[in-house]
Structures are given as C-alpha cells and as structure tokens.
C-alpha cells in the first residue's frame, strides 16, 4: 500500500492571455489531500475554484508549479498520458448528468472500461457492482430519460467509481437537483467516503459543503481559509 497523498500541489500557478488582457486565476495555491479525506472546495465566480478544478482533473495545465496525482507528477505528462490518467485515476461527477441518452445505466457506467479496453463480462460485472454502491442495482436497464435527476446523478457517481480511482471529482454535483435528490446524491457520497473513497467537491452551497471534513476557500485565485470540519450527527459547522 503507498503512502503518499492522492493530491499534493505545490505553488500552483495558472496565467491566461497576454499584456494588459492578461488574468492570474491561480496564484500560488498549495494543498494537500491525503488518501480518505473528503474536501470541499468553495469559491465565488472568478475566485480560481473552476481553474483549480480542472487542473486537479487534467483537463488542464498549469502555467507553473507541480501537480502530483496518486503520485504521479501529472505537470510532466504529455496529452496522451494524461487522458490515461483521467480515464483511470480520477471519477468524474459534473453538475450535468452528461450521460448518453437511449442507453442503458449499466451501459453508461461501462464506458470508462470500454475505453479502458476492458473484456465485455468484466465491464458488465463491475458495472452492475457500481450501480449496487449507490443503490440502483434495481435500475441497471433504465434509460436516462426513465429516471428521476437524483438518480441520473447516481448513475453518474457509479460511473465515475467503476474504475476504481484514486480520486472522485464531483463539480457541483448537486447544482441542478432538488432538495431530496440533493440529499439522495450527497448520502451515497458520504457512504462512499466512510468506505475510504478521497472525493473532492467542488460547491457554492454551504449546506453541500457540511458534508465534507475539510473545507478550503478561494478569494482571487488563493487559499484563504482551510479547516478541518468538526461534525455532529451528519453535519458539520462552517465558519
């Protein structure tokens, strides 16, 4: 078993344009997410929490600084490896469901292994084992369009699980629920996260980041406030 952090930035730095035209959206942020935590990144527009978000994804690079994933020095790595790395160390969960209309959940939650190049029962078996982690074993032939958003969402969150990765990523994932799918949603994160999945959450809502055990705010692209969230029932504090 390794020892080192899921996450470990140091100094992270991202500069778009040129001249006067030019915005720092990142400015020094370091932090580290050891393997288990379950944090909860908060920011309004313009603050750098998208910027950071997709750095940590590798769905972008940044201007300096290093970014290690699971070990990894992802700053290093070329596009090809980093498509690797997100289709194999990182779950996705994005505020939109972005699953493929007229196919099945099962199917859905499948694809991070077909592009894998994982055999057809493999993919099945692990699959149906995710839908059962966020409860909708029972829904694995349901088409998008034949289930509610919160339970969209949960497919999503299967998909995003069923390659076992070191990181789940969730963008505002409750964004475009309701209230009880919201609660739905944000359950099976908390289940997953008392099971030793690492997830960060990426959230404007107060009562979404009471979930996490940490709680991080960007202002203009830096860290200004980072805690450890105390809990009472299922809830937590915010300062």
């Known amino acids: 078993m390794t020892n080192h952090p899921v996450l470990e930035v140091r100094n992270l730095v991202k500069v778009y344009g040129e001249g006067e035209a030019q915005v720092r959206a990142l400015r020094g942020v370091s932090l580290t997410v050891e393997r288990g935590d379950y944090v909860a990144i908060m920011g309004s527009s313009g603050s750098g929490k998208s910027t950071l978000m997709n750095i940590l994804g590798c769905l972008d690079t940044p201007t300096s600084g290093r970014y290690l994933l699971d070990g990894v020095d992802v700053s290093r790595l070329d596009d090809r490896q980093l498509a690797l790395v997100r289709n194999r160390r990182i779950g996705f969960v994005f505020q939109a469901f972005n699953l493929i209309p ?3 959940a099962v199917s859905n939650v499948e694809l991070p292994l077909a592009y894998a190049g994982m055999k057809a029962a493999e993919r099945r078996r692990r699959a149906l084992a995710a839908l059962g982690m966020v409860g909708l074993a029972d829904r694995a032939d349901h088409e998008p369009n034949q289930l509610s958003g919160g339970q969209q969402q949960r497919v999503a969150v299967a998909r995003a699980l069923v390659t076992a990765p070191a990181l789940v990523l969730a963008d505002e994932p409750t964004g475009n629920l309701d209230t009880r799918s919201t609660a739905d949603v944000l359950a099976v994160l908390d289940r997953l996260n008392r099971s030793g999945r690492t997830i960060v ?3 404007h809502e107060d009562d979404v980041a009471r979930h ?10 830096q860290i200004v406030h980072d805690e450890v969230l105390h809990h009472s029932g299922n809830t937590a504090v915010l300062t």
């Open 102 to 104: 007229r196919t099945s």
């Open 201 to 203: 959450l990426i959230t």
């Open 212 to 221: 996490a055990k940490r709680l991080i705010r960007l202002v203009d692209g």
